[in-house]
């Protein structure tokens, strides 16, 4: 079987479906991941707080995952026109991903300084330069990262 530039409908159905199976799998493990260690670590200390917790992280991927199910990936679809959409979603988050990381490398530079005051202020020099190093170095990659062309 030899590669063709333009993947059939029929392929592209079938990988559909794959990302939508290996894509729902995921979601619902994190999910479930999450609502058990809540359920355990209430069980052993007796807080409802924490079975409450595990279950309200757990509507996140949940809302993923019907996202990606229903309105990503949704059965029933032209392929075709699906595997656009999917290409169009890549080119904006790729462009998101650059933003946020531009922006978030902009507030840790700047938390740097004063994060390394404050340490300093209460007299550990060891953990100024620490939150100083943490927060400036990859302040400055992200930036860095988010700046680059690609």
């Not at 995921?26 to 052993?44: C, P, R």
Request: glycine share 10%; aromatic share 12%; with cysteine.
């Amino acid at each position: 079987m030899c590669a063709t530039p333009e993947p059939s409908p029929e392929d592209l159905a079938r990988v559909h479906r794959v990302m939508r199976l290996v894509s729902d799998l995921v979601f619902g493990a994190i999910a479930l991941v999450l609502v058990l260690a809540g359920t355990i670590v209430w069980a052993i200390t007796g807080k409802r707080d924490w079975l409450l917790g595990g279950f309200f992280y757990a509507v996140f991927p949940i809302i993923g995952l019907f996202w990606t199910h229903f309105v990503l990936l949704r059965p029933g679809r032209d392929p075709v026109k699906t595997q656009m959409r999917l290409t169009k979603e890549y080119e904006k988050q790729k462009g998101n991903a650059r933003t946020v990381a531009r922006w978030n490398g902009l507030i840790l530079t700047l938390a740097a300084p004063v994060l390394f005051l404050v340490m300093l202020a209460r007299g550990d020099l060891f953990g100024a330069l620490l939150a100083g190093a943490i927060f400036f170095v990859p302040g400055v990659l992200a930036m860095w990262w988010g700046w680059r062309k690609r």
